[in-house]
Every structure is written in C-alpha cells, then in structure tokens.
C-alpha cells in the first residue's frame, strides 16, 4: 500500500514539474519564435473565411471567363470565314472590273471603227458637194481617233490618207487660183483651211505671194497688218502678227529687191555710177578740166532735188 501511493503522488507531481519547466523556457529565444509563428497562423486562420469567399468568387470568375473565351473562338472563327468571302468577292470583284475594262476597250474600238468610217464617208461626201471645212473637220476626227488606235484599221487609214491628199491638193489650187484673181474672202477661206488642217505648217508661206508690193512696200506692210489683225489674232493669237510682219518682210526684200534691180536696169544706173567714178577719177589726175557734164548734171537734179 505504501508503495502504490508513493507512485500515485509522483505521478500527479509530474505535470506540475512540467508546467514549472514550461514557464522557466517561456522566455528562450525558440519559445519566442514558436509564439510568433503561433500569431501568424493564427491571423491566417482568421483570414480564411475571406480566403474562401475570394476563391469562390475566382471560381465563378473562371466560369464566366470559359465563356468568354468559347464565345471568343466562335467569333475569331466568323470573322476568319468573314475575310476568306472578303477575299473571294475581292478577287471575283477584280475578275469583274477586267472583264468590264476590256468590254469597253472593245466597245471603244468598234466605237472608233464605226467613226472613222463615218468620217471617209463624211470626206467623201465634203468632197463632191465642195464642203471643204466639214471635210477638214472629219480629217482631223480621223486623225485624232487614228492617234488613240494605231494599231487597227489599216485599210481605213489608207482611203483616209486618199481623201486628205485630194482634199489637200485642192484647197492648193483653190488658194492658188484666189491669190492670182486677188479673191481676198476666198483666200481667207483657204488660208483657215491651211491653218486649221496643217496641211502645210510654214509652208502656208508659199501660198501667200498676194502680198506683193505694187507702189509702196513698207505701206503695203501696214494696211495689210491692219486690215487682217482681227482675223490673224482670231487664227493664232498675237503672235500671229508678228508671224505675219516677219512673212511680210521678206516678201517686202524679195520684191524690193526685184523692183530694185529692175530699176537700176531701167534707169542704167550702173553705167551712170561707172561714168561718174571715172570723171571724179580723172578730175584728181587733171585729166578732165571741164566742169560736170550736163547730162549728169540732170541725172543729179532728177534724183537729189
């Protein structure tokens, strides 16, 4: 008996031994970090309520987002389909355009064709019923569709190129036959032919001999600026006096000179010129003593009064 109580109270003794000793290492440095660490799981522990609402909400989140993206790849799936039609209509688009370009190249061409044939109709026609304006007008019609389509209608251009010589070669004779008979409105006429067809360019030149001095060439110059300035400014703008007083002046030296030379012919002023020199020459060598002829003397009074 006695030895069972002595046990008994040893052993109620112990966990008080066991508090003391726990209260003694209450303040070593590992009692200390345990109590920390005890702190910070106790305020983690606190948090988990928010922890666990927070990743519910993640969670129904998540959901939402799956939806998204599914509704995200049938939309990227769409407009994938979307732009291959884009590209589809776009090529068929450009197909469509080409086809259109080259129908209305052809129509343009069967356009040109059926033009230029009205045209050598039309010239034709000019021609018989002595329409030279209209069938200046379809040349240069001709001329123009023939520049854009070079490369057809041969044969076209061929009868057109006929047309032009005839047409050509008569407004030259008319012209011509005009200037002899002095038909000022009829060389007008044709002098507009010329310039509007350019059938000759400078050449129209030639053509214009009418302007020829009869009495006065300078004055001839003047009257003919100023009775054609109207019409040369209507034709080729101002320049196209200062053409016409540069074509006019050398007409005025080519029969100013003709006139000229006839008059010294006329008048035998070269041998006259030869007799004077030889009397001033034998008067220096004291050949000749008599006073001027009285021949010369009335050659001089006639041309110096």
């Not at 379809?138 to 569709?145: A, D, E, G, M, N």
């Not at 050509?168 to 036959?177: F, H, Q, S, W």
């Not at 010129?273 to 003397?297: A, C, V």
Request: hydrophobic residues 35%.
């Amino acid at each position: 008996m006695s030895m069972s109580s002595s046990s008994l109270s040893s052993t109620m003794d112990a966990p008080a031994e066991d508090q003391v000793t726990a209260a003694l290492r209450l303040g070593t440095p590992e009692a200390l970090d345990q109590r920390a660490l005890e702190l910070e799981l106790d305020n983690l522990l606190s948090q988990r309520t928010d922890l666990d609402k927070q990743l519910s909400n993640l969670q129904k989140s998540a959901q939402v987002l799956d939806i998204v993206k599914a509704d995200s790849d049938h939309i990227l799936t769409n407009v994938r389909s979307t732009c291959d039609l884009a590209d589809q209509v776009s090529g068929k688009v450009r197909e469509l355009d080409l086809a259109q370009s080259r129908v209305n190249s052809t129509l343009s061409r069967i356009d040109a064709i059926v033009e230029r044939g009205n045209c050598i109709e039309g010239v034709q026609k000019a021609l018989e019923t002595e329409d030279y304006e209209s069938a200046a007008k379809y040349v240069q019609t001709f001329l123009r569709i023939d520049s854009e389509y070079k490369d057809s209608g041969s044969d076209q251009r061929e009868q057109l190129m006929a047309s032009k010589k005839q047409l050509e070669g008569i407004v030259r004779k008319r012209l011509a036959a005009a200037v002899d008979q002095r038909d000022h409105p009829t060389i007008l006429r044709f002098v507009r032919l010329f310039l509007a067809s350019k059938f000759g360019g400078r050449r129209i030149a030639n053509q214009c001999q009418f302007c020829w001095l009869p009495h006065n060439l300078f004055k001839d110059i003047v009257l003919a600026v100023q009775e054609n300035s109207e019409i040369l400014r209507s034709l080729c703008g101002e320049d196209g006096i200062v053409y016409a007083i540069c074509e006019l002046q050398e007409e005025c030296d080519s029969r100013g000179s003709s006139i000229l030379k006839k008059y010294l012919d006329y008048r035998k002023l070269a041998r006259l010129t030869s007799e004077i020199n030889s009397y001033k020459t034998g008067s220096l060598l004291g050949l000749l003593r008599d006073p001027i002829p009285e021949r010369l003397s009335c050659i001089w009074k006639r041309y110096c009064p």
